[in-house]
Nanobody, 117 residues
Framework: QVQLVESGGGLVQAGGSLRLSCAAS????????MRWYRQAPGKQRELVVQ???????LYDDSVKGRFTISRDNAKNTVYLQMNSLKPEDTAVYYC???????????WGKGTLVTVSS
C-alpha cells in the first residue's frame, strides 16, 4: 500500500519561499503523473501543476514562473518549490500521484501554507 505524506507548509510573508515535500512510502512501480493541488478556504480544490511521464509539465497560470515541481527518485519524493509567494497562494496543498502499473491514484492528507501580507 502506497502512502503519501506532505510536509514543508507553514506561515510565510508575501514574497517569501517554501518548499513542499511529498514522501511516498511503499513501492511505486510506474509513475505516470505527479500533481500538486491546493484548496483555499471556502473554495474548490484546484490543480496547481502536473508533471506527466514523457516530460510534459503544466502549471496553472497563477503560479507559472513562481512554482517548480521536481522529483528525487532515490528518495521517492516529489517537491514543490514555491517562490514569490502571495497571500492568494494561501491554501492546503495536496500531493497526488498516479501509478499506471497499479491503475491507482494516491493522495496525501495535505499541508497548510499561509502567506501573510
Amino acid at each position: 500500500q502506497v502512502q503519501l505524506v506532505e510536509s514543508g507548509g507553514g506561515l510565510v510573508q508575501a514574497g517569501g519561499s517554501l518548499r513542499l515535500s511529498c514522501a511516498a512510502s511503499g513501492r511505486l512501480l510506474s509513475i505516470a503523473a505527479m500533481r500538486w493541488y491546493r484548496q483555499a478556504p471556502g473554495k474548490q480544490r484546484e490543480l496547481v501543476v502536473q508533471s506527466i511521464r514523457g516530460g510534459t509539465t503544466l502549471y496553472d497560470d497563477s503560479v507559472k514562473g513562481r512554482f517548480t515541481i521536481s522529483r528525487d527518485n532515490a528518495k521517492n519524493t516529489v517537491y514543490l518549490q514555491m517562490n514569490s509567494l502571495k497571500p492568494e497562494d494561501t491554501a492546503v496543498y495536496y500531493c497526488n500521484i498516479y501509478d499506471d502499473s497499479y491503475g491507482a491514484e494516491y493522495w496525501g492528507k495535505g499541508t497548510l501554507v499561509t502567506v501573510s501580507s
